[in-house]
């Protein structure tokens, strides 16, 4: 039987290290998932930093350079930057090498990546479903993917091999992995984050423009409800604007049911509908249960924020 505690790659190359992949870095180490670490990332001062921080064995701002050799590379770059970085990077990986990427849409990088990929290299893309509103080297840490779902959308006949060693991985970094093709990925998605996070920028946005209440009172009583969308609307721009050019279709979809419950919970206010809203505000107060239930957050009152000091 295999050693559960052995590497499962003797390099990994890991390519953009802000805060999902100097969690990885971090990860690999205190879990012991691969040999040696490579990481490059395109930012001098990323490059500088990452050094500093000795999270990986060889740091370098040439992507040819970390990818050589590496049996495991992942791309941990915007969105809208994995096309570019996989056609400089493809002439460089190894034969059997495996090609993955942490991006939170897939079909719009398999369409971008998919057409990079050399003859004999595995391309398996994945999503980890573990983040902050930080970004940055500093901001990641060892245990993010802690009993976080991982998401694989492998392309049809990947091969059972790489698709173990990549499940593997990701389990061994705590994830719990999951596969399932790359749309359904986007539409699930589209509803468990992209829409709340347009959400949260659209109501922060609305509540900075308003004229009748001001940005101190806003501020001032924001622990009313407004500070939690605060927190997502404060998720990096680069990230959420890729986000939505890349999975427009399931995002449009979406906000449109969206539209549709908003006319009709309009309705129930607009008739008095004590009914209606209690049976809905019923069902949503289940749906934060079970997500307790699952361990996917905490039942801590309000989400396990220190209680302010009595003076
Ligand atoms: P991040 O903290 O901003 O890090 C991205 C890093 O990639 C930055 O250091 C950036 O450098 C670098 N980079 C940008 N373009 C590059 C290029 N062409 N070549 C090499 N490096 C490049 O972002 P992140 O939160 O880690 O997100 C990275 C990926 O993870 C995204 O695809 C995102 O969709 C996905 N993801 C994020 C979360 C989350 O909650 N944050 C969760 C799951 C998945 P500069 O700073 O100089 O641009």
């Known amino acids: 039987m295999a050693d559960a505690r052995a590497p499962i790659f003797d390099k ?12 990885i870095a971090r990860g690999i180490r205190t ?55 996989a056609r400089a990077l493809a002439p460089h990986l190894a034969p059997g090498a495996i090609l993955s990427d942490v991006g939170s849409v897939k079909a719009a990088i398999v369409a971008q ?26 901001a990641g840490f060892a245990t993010l993917f802690q009993n976080r779902w991982c998401i694989l959308t492998p392309p049809d006949g990947a091969e059972a091999e790489a698709m173990r060693k990549l ?17 359904h990925h986007d539409l699930v998605l589209a509803v468990t984050s992209h829409l709340p996070h347009l959400i949260a920028y659209n109501i922060v946005g609305t509540a900075a423009d308003l004229e ?29 604007r890729d986000i939505f050019l890349n999975n427009k279709d399931a995002v449009l979809e979406m906000l449109g049911r969206f539209d549709e419950d908003l006319t009709a919970l309009r309705r129930l206010i607009r008739t008095g509908d004590g009914d209606g809203l209690f049976t809905l505000f019923t069902r949503t107060r289940a749906i934060r249960r079970s997500i307790i239930e699952q361990g996917q957050d905490t039942a801590a009152p309000d989400f396990g924020r220190a209680a302010p000091r009595e003076e």
């Open 12 to 23: 990994v190359a890991l390519i953009g290290l802000g805060l999902i992949g100097s969690s």
């Open 31 to 85: 879990y012991g998932a691969a040999k040696r670490i490579a990481a490059s990332d395109s930012s001098a001062d990323v490059v500088a930093r990452v050094r500093e921080l000795a999270i990986a064995d060889e740091v370098t701002q040439n992507v040819a350079e970390a990818a050589k050799g590496a049996d495991l590379v992942i791309l941990c770059v915007p969105v809208g930057a994995c096309g570019e970085v």
């Open 113 to 138: 990546v998919a057409p990079h990929v050399p003859a004999g290299v595995h391309f398996i893309p994945a999503h980890p479903i573990a983040g902050t509103e930080y970004s940055g080297p500093d």
């Open 167 to 183: 499940s593997a991985f990701w389990t061994r970094l705590g994830a719990n992995v999951e596969t399932m093709s790359a749309s």
């Open 212 to 240: 009748e209440v001001t940005q101190s009172e806003v501020i001032k009583f924001s622990a009313s409800g407004f500070r939690d969308f605060t927190r997502i609307a404060a998720s990096d721009p680069t990230m959420w």
